[in-house]
């Protein structure tokens, strides 16, 4: 059968290519839809975007990659370049010459660096691993920040040697921690970057991406190395001159981040707006009022999936905390802390609205509050009953507005009670 006159068919590859089946004189032409010809520009642009970009770009992303990804570069770039400023620093303390340095010193100063790093490395994922998840952003940022102490650090170095092996050493702490918070965070962000289940591919392009900023940085320390050495004023010029570059870029960059999972400081802003005029913020306007730096003391700490002993200490106080027979959490105000128990059966929502009363019940404390405060607790029970079905479900709910309500980034324990209900 001949194939009628005209496009017979069409295909294109993501959103960059379009292109059409055409019959000409009795034989079929494959164009490409709205050009008649490729330029060699845009073959070079697609070779790039083939080795650097995931496959699928931009629909196989969350919208913020491309900004969070420059960001992200440009941090790269200066922290390459602070780091040979550092490199070259310490091997100038390790004794790279000095005729009178040996390499034994050398060495045993280089293991008892690399030791206490490792150390370092594994009591940092052990205190603060489970906290990388639900604050990415604070922990990505201070990581940024302690490496860039770190570095500074390496670089004064050699001007304190009678104290040489401990900054060192400290700095290689410094520098564990750095490794750990970077790398879980920069997972967390590949989780919520892709949009395809993509991790993979995504972490990949941006080992290629990260590279590529390595080799340039590369590039670029080669001309200053003859201009630094043994010039002590300009390391430390162009030190802080990259420092403050790559503070910039570091809080843009997390900045930039449009999380749509809710965690603590999230919830507490999306919750106090419904609260103030019964309108939920977007995950744009609630991330841009997120905190991204920690805060060094904070108003009654809430802690997530306790054990019972944290909340109540005896059958009385047990119904106390007790709303009603079928909650499946409880909540106590003990010791300066909020805690809330979760029961086996707690599903995401039940986990949601928990900590809108914890959030609640923070907002309202003073700081002459003492004792368990169950007015409060029977308070933050009654305010959810009334407006956490329209908050999570009604017209202006969490999810028509983009957030996602099917998991969260609430920084709940492992501890799960089971009660005896109320006699009656």
Not at 167 to 182: D, P, R, Y
Not at 290 to 314: N, T
Not at 380 to 389: G, T, Y
Request: with cysteine.
């Amino acid at each position: 059968m001949e194939a009628a006159p005209g496009v017979w068919a069409t295909e294109r590859y993501g959103s960059e290519e379009s292109w059409q089946y055409v019959v000409k004189d009795g034989q079929t032409e494959r164009r490409r839809e709205g050009r008649e010809a490729e330029h060699g520009g845009n073959v070079l642009l697609g070779v790039f975007k083939g080795v650097f970009l995931p496959q699928g770009y931009p629909e196989s992303v969350s919208g913020d990659y491309l900004q969070y990804q420059f960001w992200d570069t440009v941090q790269a770039f200066c922290s390459s370049l602070s780091g040979t400023l550092a490199t070259q620093a310490a091997l100038k303390g390790v004794g790279v010459g000095n005729q009178e340095a040996t390499v034994a010193a050398a060495t045993v100063t280089w293991l008892l660096r690399d030791g206490t790093s490792m150390v370092g490395r594994i009591l940092f994922a052990w205190m603060k691993g489970n906290k990388l998840d639900s604050e990415a952003k604070r922990w990505r940022l201070f990581a940024d920040v302690l490496n860039d102490v770190a570095m500074f650090m390496e670089i004064l170095a050699p001007y304190c040697p009678a104290c040489f092996t401990f900054i060192m050493c400290t700095s290689g702490i410094f520098k564990s921690v750095v490794g750990v918070a970077g790398g879980a965070t920069r997972a967390a962000l590949t989780v919520h970057q892709a949009r395809r289940d993509n991790m993979a591919d995504i972490s990949a392009k941006d080992g290629s991406q990260e590279t590529l900023v390595n080799l340039a940085g590369l590039l670029v320390s080669l001309i200053l190395i003859p201009l630094v050495t043994d010039n002590p004023a300009l390391t430390l010029s162009l030190f802080f001159f990259f420092t403050v570059l790559h503070l910039i870029a570091n809080y843009n960059a997390v900045r930039s981040v449009v999380m749509e999972t809710l965690n603590e400081a999230r919830l507490s802003i999306v919750l106090q707006r419904y609260l103030d005029d019964k309108q939920v913020l977007g995950p744009a306007e609630a991330n841009r009022q997120e905190p991204v730096f920690f805060e060094f003391r904070e108003k009654s700490p809430i802690r997530l999936g306790v054990r019972l002993q944290d909340i109540v200490e005896s059958p009385e106080m047990l119904h106390l905390a007790m709303w009603k027979d079928d909650s499946p959490f409880l909540l106590g105000v003990r010791h300066g802390y909020i805690s809330v128990c979760l029961a086996p059966q707690a599903s995401v929502q039940d986990q949601i609205r928990a900590m809108c009363q914890a959030l609640w019940i923070r907002a309202t404390l003073t700081e002459s509050s003492t004792g368990p405060r169950w007015e409060l607790v029977q308070q933050s029970h009654m305010l959810m009953d009334k407006v956490f079905h329209h908050f999570l479900k009604g017209e202006f709910r969490l999810e028509a507005a983009g957030w996602d309500t099917k998991r969260t980034l609430l920084d709940w324990d492992e501890w799960r009670v089971e009660w005896k209900i109320k006699s009656s």
